[in-house]
């Protein structure tokens, strides 16, 4: 489960994205129900910036729904439509889990560059909302947490948001991305 995640603007590209949507979106650790920066399809086709609040509200549950399983995404009604038609990313430093001592473990890639998270959002009274996508946890993952955030390869993104069937196998792939780990003091 991802439900923290890291945008800072110490890599070039999340500076850049932070500045061309003047200054919108969450910097730092970044927590549901904030508004956060999305990378969407627009009606033409074009890749664009825009603003999601992260997670799904709906009527059954006080706390939004900010994740989903990559293995049952298009069988949850809640989920399915906003898979099929209006995908997204997520660009971030990178996800926080925390382990058994319940200490917070930031997972980040072994570059300093930005990650990008795979998701999908929904129009929701006048909102637009965005889910994170998860999937089993590769090597880095595992000894920490069950599930990670389903991490797209940069070169992959249009693909991803325009391309149904390159999404959904793209779902049942493991994760190869290289990532590290950084442990923080336990929360309270």
């Known amino acids: 489960m991802c439900g923290r995640y ?4 110490k890599t070039t590209e999340l500076n850049r994205y932070y500045e061309q949507l003047q200054h919108l979106g969450k ?8 508004k956060v920066i999305t990378l969407a399809t627009n ?8 603003i999601t609040n992260w997670g799904f509200t709906t ?5 939004r729904i900010i994740n989903a399983r990559c293995e049952t995404v298009t069988e949850k009604p809640l989920f399915s439509e906003s898979f099929r038609q209006r995908r997204c990313v997520f660009p971030m430093t990178g996800f926080f889990e925390w382990d058994s001592g319940k200490n917070k473990i930031l997972f980040r890639p072994t570059a300093e560059e930005a990650i990008y998270v795979g998701g999908f959002y929904r129009e929701h009274q006048n909102e637009l909302e ?7 946890p590769n ?4 000894p920490v947490h069950d599930r990670m955030p389903l991490i797209i390869k940069k070169d ?8 149904f069937n390159f999404a959904s196998n793209y779902c049942r792939q493991q994760c190869d991305s290289q990532l590290i780990l950084e442990k923080s003091m336990p929360e309270n």
Do not use: M, Q, Y
Request: net charge positive; no cysteine.
């Open 27 to 34: 910097i730092g650790e970044v927590f549901p129900s904030e």
């Open 139 to 142: 090597k880095t993952v595992a």
């Open 6 to 9: 890291l945008f800072d603007l």
């Open 59 to 63: 009527s059954k549950n006080k706390r």
């Open 43 to 50: 009606p033409a086709g074009k890749v664009h910036l825009g």
């Open 130 to 136: 965005s889910v994170i996508l998860t999937t089993i």
């Open 156 to 163: 992959e993104i249009r693909a991803w948001l325009t391309d």
